[in-house]
């Protein structure tokens, strides 16, 4: 775990590659935890925190050396619906942060010497609605009102310390730039990911745009894209590092498609560990996995960046 002779998690980017973790709901999901729910992985860290941790857990020993918590679809609006005050909530988004540090002393107690960070997840406002429209984006909001809707989360799981905030799955330039207005001045660092289709963003943005919008943000120590096809990543990669200049974090998804309808993944897998080394030649520098990239394929990951 990281501790006050450990590198930031900047200076470990600027220094080399790093391993990222895989899917939270998935490893949750095969351990037998049912995520039909609409506050999915993040109800359990009100019900089943302990499981949180074990899926943490399970990563670091695959290989991984940065957890991202399961706060994807924490808000204080999701929670709300449940009957969950705003005080209770703004607990379970600082226990998300918690569980995870738990697991990187545990990884250490097993025998696990090297650096381990934590990412807070904030997901998009999509993953709220939870009808998939995070893979549309363009929810009919304006800047300011997103701004509005993530500035209590981001602040609360700011408060709690994770040594970089994960702005992930971002589907359009609007709500990316209502985050960066979020972060300014924070002290907190960030990383910045869309999810794409191609070399647009999923709300058909050119990702030259859309990575230009961090690039002058001090906060910002990564850009990239996460929850997309293998394929899209290498050139996703270049992009990013070529108009910001900035380290790359990738992570995408096994190849599947997610089929909100009937929230169930169909068709094949494509995600290989043999596409990182690929990814790194690009400027990918944090390295991982999302939906349905598990602990084996994270250790293989591992193992192909090491040789």
């Not at 696990?112 to 993953?127: E, H, I, K």
């Not at 363009?138 to 509005?148: H, I, K, M, P």
């Not at 602040?155 to 207005?181: G, I, K």
């Not at 108009?243 to 290989?272: H, I, K, L, M």
């Amino acid at each position: 775990m990281t501790s006050d002779t450990s590198p930031s998690l900047a200076a470990a980017l600027a220094a080399g590659t790093l391993v990222l973790d895989g899917g939270m709901s998935n490893q949750l999901e095969s351990a037998g935890h049912d995520l039909s729910d609409e506050l999915w992985s993040a109800r359990l860290l009100a019900e089943r925190p302990e499981a949180v941790t074990e899926a943490h857990l399970a990563y670091f020993l695959a290989g991984a050396s940065v957890a991202i918590t399961a706060s994807y679809q924490a808000t204080f609006e999701g929670f709300a619906r449940r009957g969950i005050g705003r005080a209770r909530t703004a607990r379970l988004l600082a226990r998300s942060v918690e569980l995870a540090r738990t697991a990187a002393r545990q990884a250490a107690d097993t025998g696990v010497g090297r650096p381990l960070w934590v990412a807070a997840s904030v997901g998009p406002y999509g993953a709220m609605l939870a009808d998939g429209s995070e893979y549309r984006g363009r929810y009919g909001l304006s800047t300011a009102e997103l701004e509005r809707f993530h500035r209590p989360r981001v602040e609360a799981l700011a408060a709690a310390a994770p040594d970089v905030l994960a702005l992930e799955t971002v589907p359009d330039t609007d709500e990316a730039a209502a985050l960066l207005r979020t972060v300014r001045g924070l002290g907190v660092p960030v990383w910045l990911s869309y999810t794409v289709d191609g070399r647009h963003t999923r709300a058909g943005q050119p990702l030259e745009e859309a990575f230009a919008l961090a690039a002058d943000v001090d906060e910002v120590i990564a850009v990239g894209v996460n929850c997309c096809a293998p394929a899209d990543v290498e050139p996703a990669a270049e992009i990013a590092a070529r108009v910001t200049g900035r380290p790359v974090v990738v992570y995408p998804n096994s190849g599947e498609g997610w089929d909100a309808g009937a929230r169930a993944w169909q068709g094949r897998t494509t995600f290989s560990a043999g596409q990182v080394t690929a990814w790194r030649s690009a400027g990918a520098r944090l390295i991982g996995g999302c939906c349905r990239v598990g602990p084996q394929a994270i250790g293989s990951i591992a193992r192909t960046l090491a040789a």
